[in-house]
């Protein structure tokens, strides 16, 4: 189909549902490859008769980067191009050309952009890059969960290409359960204590649990880390303390870790508009403004993980229409609510409030 030979690999279980929307995604690669873990459904059958080559192997202890490196290792050994997925993602077309036109000789990983999430309305939710298509040969899964890819070659690694355009949708199964993330996070950190990412997922996890104190004892091991220097998710780990801390009921200390977090990373507006959240519930609504302003003066949206959809739809614009309106004024709060609405159009709660604000609005005279 290309100059380089593609590969498509991925592990599943129990996915019959998404079995045919996968391969159709998929199609544009020269191979498809499935480890099969356990799946009791039609899957692997389903799989067969799309052309997939699916082989079934048990994994136990059951871990992600030993199902992945399974995986992987069915992989032919000439292909140039492998490419890891989950069958509950989805390739836009076209990415297989584009993919090609970004790589070259010299080139062993690609990153491009990742839906992880879409909002009730369709549109997008969570939106970072990710780097999971990458050469044959040099890398090895790590991490019991939340596994990601290590060069582990004995040459230098080559570069890392940015692929335009090439973009993969993620459309979860909101039944699949979560249990077995936190002891596989938790194993994880037991064998790399000193590893700050895996610290970092394992403190969020505790909060995931309401499990106030382990999540605050554990993101301040996170931010203790010599490596843990990427601002993004040092700031995350400050917010995340801070919602614990909510969570025990400890607003003033709560609001001291949220002033850490922005001013950790002021190119994030997250932690400013959960300070903005927070002042609402307190009724503070000059402070309200004050965080809201701020998040909305940061006009460049980060490509990492670390961003969340809330951020960058109607939350801010919201907060200061309230904020507006209970500080008596309306017009400047009509703004906001329209803003707000525009990013949300079809949430009745937003239209609501247009309607109450023209109306007041209206009554007073203003436009």
């Not at 239209?351 to 604000?357: F, R, S, T």
Request: glycine share 6%.
């Amino acid at each position: 189909m290309g100059c380089y030979r593609v590969c498509v690999y991925a592990i599943c279980k129990n996915e019959e549902r998404f079995a045919d929307t996968w391969m159709d995604s998929m199609s544009e690669a020269d191979q498809v490859i499935v480890l099969d873990t356990g799946s009791e459904d039609r899957t692997v059958e389903r799989l067969r008769s799309r052309g997939a080559e699916v082989t079934v192997a048990h994994i136990e202890p059951w871990r992600f980067d030993t199902a992945r490196n399974r995986s992987l290792a069915l992989v032919p050994e000439d292909t140039d191009i492998c490419v890891c997925t989950d069958l509950d993602e989805r390739f836009q077309p076209g990415w297989r050309d584009r993919l090609e036109a970004a790589w070259g000789a010299d080139v062993s990983l690609a990153n491009y952009r990742y839906t992880w999430n879409f909002n009730p309305d369709g549109s997008e939710g969570c939106v970072f890059w990710i780097e999971k298509a990458h050469a044959r040969k040099g890398f090895t899964w790590v991490h019991p969960v939340h596994e990601v890819l290590q060069w582990t070659g004995r040459q230098p690694q080559g570069r890392t290409v940015t692929v335009d355009g090439m973009q993969l949708d993620h459309h979860a199964d909101p039944g699949k359960s979560r249990a077995q993330y936190l002891p596989l996070l938790e194993l994880s950190v037991r064998e790399a204590p000193l590893d700050d990412r895996n610290m970092h997922y394992l403190g969020r996890e505790y909060l995931y649990y309401r499990r106030w104190d382990a999540c605050i004892q554990t993101l301040q091991q996170h931010l203790a880390l010599p490596t843990a220097t990427w601002s993004d998710e040092r700031a995350a780990s400050m917010r995340f303390i801070a919602q614990a801390y909510l969570g025990k009921g400890r607003r003033a200390v709560a609001r001291g870790w949220y002033l850490r977090a922005i001013a950790e990373a002021p190119h994030l507006r997250e932690a400013c508009l959960d300070l903005a959240r927070m002042l609402y519930e307190d009724g503070e609504w000059e402070g309200v403004l004050y965080f809201t302003k701020c998040a909305l003066q940061i006009t460049e949206r980060p490509k990492s993980y670390i961003c969340e959809a809330a951020s960058w739809g109607s939350l801010p614009h919201d907060l200061r229409s309230i904020a507006l309106f209970q500080t008596g004024r309306t017009r400047q709060a009509l703004e906001e609510a329209r803003l707000a609405l525009s990013f949300a159009p079809q949430e009745e709660r937003l239209q609501k409030n247009v309607a109450i604000l023209e109306t007041l609005n209206a009554q007073q005279g203003v436009q």
